[in-house]
């Protein structure tokens, strides 16, 4: 029955999910069809000058600059590559001079940046969707909810054409290939969690900011629940866990190999306390997200965009420290080995990085470092997303071998040294950067990357290209389609609690209580029991003794009585025998 009820449930998921393709590809038809109309009008209006300046090709780098020539022999687009936009010189874009990264190298990680307001949340959607169209699935982290419009195709305007043909772009509307997650369903989208157990102690104790011996007993304290059989599912049951074993019910437990010290315990529940109040207690639970559902690509072979949504993110860090390390660490240990692929398989943004390294202890930042190191070799591509290269770690900055870099303010002497910190982070070039980086106009950055043969692509003033779907956000009832028309859905979309450690260890508490009680009721009867036989041997003692002195007392009565019988007796015979010697018997 339930079998069915999963097909019955899938098979509406694919027939909403295909009704709302089909009403997607109707409205890509019709805003094509009106596109089409509308060029055609303004192409009429134009000089038969203005046709063949459009209709001409580009000027090849040998037209242009020396330096601009230079720029472009560092930037191979017949390479398989990630488009971002055309080199800039003197306020122009040259349309001949494209700019972008090798798909090769995005997994060598890289950083977009730029003070508030200059473009970089459109960079990661333009980024995301040149990735999906490669055929690599992506995953963003959706903190305004701005990025949910890449399900729907965007709209043109007349400066948005007038941008995009000034840099060689032959724009056209598309939508893609979206699937919004939530942590614990907490907003739109398929929810993720985890469990205790998977999350692991190791992990959990970095998140936790544990010392040695503090995660030594985090370790301790798993491996015993695991043994006993107690399913580690949510924060509720890891606390119980701890409760119980330092309780007088459970200290016993681990004696044989050294227990838990009651600070430590207190520690580990203070700082799961800690976490649970800024929400993570939604990401632990069931059913356990399986991150390989995020290395898909759509039928016609794009790549799958999946979007987090994260709102009020600032007021949670700890729940976004949690969840990234959890989902690279899960990644990493379940793909294998790849090198240097073709194209990644994988590409991360985590857009307001900082916040992922704001406050973080050295445990959880050498975490990140080590796991940046490590994972480009399993093909996953990270790139973090925030206001100054400062924001990151020296450490994990060196990792990242791609720069897309918008415009910065100095406003402040603070302000003036990030700019003087992000600008050493630059190869050598013939741009005064410090000028540059703070007179870049909205949708311009400064870019490098690392090339086919791994070095650094020389240092480019870019015009960026503009996304191809909605830049703003998507209508909520068209997001409810998607996540109801999702596979997702009916495989995570409903809460599992199951029986876990927190119901067996109160099982096993109230059957503890119930066993005292009875051994205690138990106790108490045989102590009655002994009160009372001692108080009948008592009382069979009095009444022996009591007969006893009857008895006495009856054989003392009996003496009496014969003593006196026989005294009474020998009198009369002494005086009969009296009488007759002495003649004074009397005679009848």
Known sequence: MSENTADLAALRAAAAQAEAEAAQARAEAARAALEAAEAAARDQARTPADRAAATSEPSEPSEVSEHAASIAAGYRPEVPWLPLGALVENDEALAGVPIGIPLRSLNRHGLVAGATGTGKTRTLQLMAEGLSEAGVPVFVTDIKGDLSGLAVPGEAGDRLLERTTSIGQDWTPAGYPVEFYSLGGVGHGVPIRTTITDFGPLLLAKVLDLNE??????????????????????????????????SDEGKDELKDIGGIATSTAGVILRELSALEAQGADVFFGEPAFDTADLLRSAADGRGVISALELPDLQDRPAVFSTFLMWLLADLFGGLPEVGDPEKPKLVFFFDEAHLLFKGASDAFTDQVIQTVRLIRSKGVGIFFVTQTPTDVPDEVLAQLGSRVQHALRAHTPNDAKDLRASVRTYPTSEYDLEE??????????????????????PVAWTRLRAPRAAMDPAPEAQIEQIVTASAGSARYGTAVDRESAFEMLAARIAAEDVAAQEAAQAAARAEELEEMEARLRKEAEAARKAEERRAQETARAGRSVLTSVLRTAGTTLAREVTRSLFGTRRRR
């Open 213 to 246: 011996t503090q995660e030594s007993a985090l370790t301790l304290i798993v491996h015993w629940a695991d043994s006993q059989g107690l399913a580690l599912l949510d924060l509720k049951d890891l606390r119980s866990v701890v409760s119980y074993l330092t």
């Open 436 to 457: 540059l980086l703070t007179s870049l106009g909205t949708g311009e950055a400064v870019v490098t990357a690392l090339g086919e043969d791994g070095a650094p692509t």
